[in-house]
Structures are given as C-alpha cells and as structure tokens.
C-alpha cells in the first residue's frame, strides 16, 4: 500500500515564477491537508480539501497561493510568482473518508515526504 | 492556538527515559504525535482523544489529561532509532476547525550510544 506521494521532491524557482506543488494521497483517502514547515519550525496548516472542495482554507495567505483536489489526480498547491519568503518544505497529509472507518483513523493524519521548495 | 511543547531539546544515553510534554490554552478534542527525522516526513506514533486515555506501542506511550488540556509522551529505555524532533500535533474544537491540527515547535530528541 503506497503512503503519500509528492512531487518534486525539490523545486528550484526564481522570483516570479510560479511553483505548482502535487500531492497523491494514499489509497482510500479522500481528505488532503497541506503545511509549511520552516527550517527549525513546526509545521503550519494551510489548506484542508476533500475531493473538488475546499473545506478550510484560513492557513493559506489570500494572495498568491492556491489549492484545488480534482475529483481525479493529484491535490495541487500553487504558488504564484515566487518570492524568496516562500523558501520552505511543502508537506502534504491525507486521511480516509469520514464515517467509513474508525474515528481514530479517520483524525490520523499520514504525511508525505514533503517538497522543498527554494526560491532564488 | 499553537501548544507549548517542552523541552525544546533533550539528549539521552541509550537506555535512559525521557518525557515530552505538550499544553494547549484551549479545550482540546485530540493530540496527535509524531516523529520527524531530519529531511524526512513526519512519521505517526498515535492519536490521543478526550477521555483521559493512555496509549502506547513498544517503548513509547502517550497520556491526555483533558482538564489540564496537556499531554505527554513518554520513551522508555531509548535507542538510537528513537532520535529525532518530535512533534504534537492538536486539534481543538471537532466543529469549528474540522481536520486542522496545530502543532507545536517540535522538542529535539538526541540518543547517543
């Protein structure tokens, strides 16, 4: 059973350009979380979706960034024109269906291996 | 509503115990832990709900005590593997911030032989 893919494992962009972040949740898992992790730094929530919806998107800053789950392929993370701030690990989590599982496995969240992202 | 994980670091002999705390100032519906190894994804230990539970797998287990909204996990005769940052991870309110987890600044675990 696949975990949670990501990909690229690491991005190089330049200011301005934009960074588009993937992410495959494991298999049976219909939530998807994304977080940014600065070097030392716990990790912080952006974005939580379900498959073509976006449930809370408060962590995300309004401009620049966004998030979309079709309903088919990957969960994407974009991040339009690229500052050096954004320098960061991306890491995606995902968890199964509410309601089709135990409540303690529908809370657990399994990450990702991250993307790092470094804007020059 | 980020907890407070403490200390921020801890080193240990193989063989030594050593506890990591984490508190909220918000009712909390759940903990989670995890370890994270450096350049590596978080990796799940375990869930903790409301209740006053108490869980563990092998030498690690975990306690919540939700009156004082803390919970603590506990590494007991540690190995090396065990090294790493470990992380809370808490949701505080199921309704209002359904999925979320806030986590803390992680506390640095290092096992030297």
């Known amino acids: 059973n696949a975990g949670v893919m990501q990909n690229p494992r690491h991005l190089v962009r330049r200011r301005g350009q934009e960074a588009r972040l993937r992410c495959s949740p494991m298999?049976?898992?219909?939530?998807v979380y994304w977080y940014r992790q600065l070097p030392e730094e716990g990790l912080k929530f952006m974005v939580y979706?379900?498959?073509?919806?976006?449930?809370?998107e408060s962590g995300m800053p309004k401009e620049r960034f966004s998030a979309e789950f079709p309903k088919e392929g990957p969960s994407i993370l974009r991040i339009q024109q690229v500052v050096r701030g954004d320098s960061a690990a991306y890491f995606c989590?995902?968890?199964?269906?509410?309601?089709?599982?135990?409540?303690?496995?529908?809370?657990?969240?399994?990450f990702g291996p991250g993307t790092r992202l470094l804007v020059l | 509503q980020q907890p407070v994980q403490s200390p921020q670091a801890v080193i240990l002999r193989e063989g030594e115990d050593a506890v990591i705390n984490c508190s909220s100032s918000k009712a909390l519906y759940s903990v989670h832990w995890y370890r994270q190894k450096h350049g590596e994804a978080p990796v799940f230990l375990m869930i903790l709900l409301k209740g006053g539970e108490q869980k563990g797998h092998d030498k690690i287990s975990a306690s919540f005590n939700e009156k004082k909204q803390q919970s603590s996990l506990y590494l007991t005769a540690s190995q090396l593997s065990y090294s790493g940052t470990y992380f809370c991870g808490t949701q505080a309110d199921r309704g209002s911030t359904l999925g979320r987890l806030y986590f803390g600044r992680g506390t640095q675990l290092t096992v030297w032989p």
């Open positions: 989590a995902s968890s199964p269906a509410w309601g089709r599982l135990m409540w303690t496995s529908w809370e657990t969240q399994y």
């Open positions: 979706l379900q498959k073509e919806n976006i449930i809370d």
């Open positions: 298999k049976g898992h219909s939530h």
